[in-house]
C-alpha cells in the first residue's frame, strides 16, 4: 500500500478498512506490513481496539 492511499485518521465505526490491517489470527499487523508512521500505527491500534469492544470486529478469529 502506498502512503497516499491510506486514511489519515482510522475511525473506529468503519470495521471494512479495519480489517485489512488485521491477520487471519486476528493479531493487528506489524508497521513493517502496514507501512504506516509510528503515529498512524498508534491511532489504527486504537481504532482496532475499540472496534472489537463494542463487537464490530472478532478477538479471535475461528
Known amino acids: 500500500m ?3 492511499k491510506i486514511a489519515k485518521v482510522f475511525d473506529y465505526k468503519d ?3 479495519l480489517q ?3 491477520n487471519p489470527y486476528g493479531q ?3 508497521r513493517k506490513k502496514t ?3 509510528a503515529k498512524q500505527q498508534r ?3 486504537v ?3 475499540r472496534a472489537r ?3 464490530l470486529l472478532p478477538f479471535v478469529v475461528k
Do not use: D, G
Open 15 to 17: 470495521f471494512k478498512t
Open 53 to 55: 469492544h463494542i463487537a
Open 20 to 22: 485489512r490491517y488485521v
Open 2 to 4: 502506498s502512503k497516499e
Open 43 to 45: 491511532q489504527l491500534a
Open 47 to 49: 481504532a482496532i481496539k
Open 28 to 30: 493487528i499487523e506489524t
Open 35 to 37: 507501512n504506516l508512521s
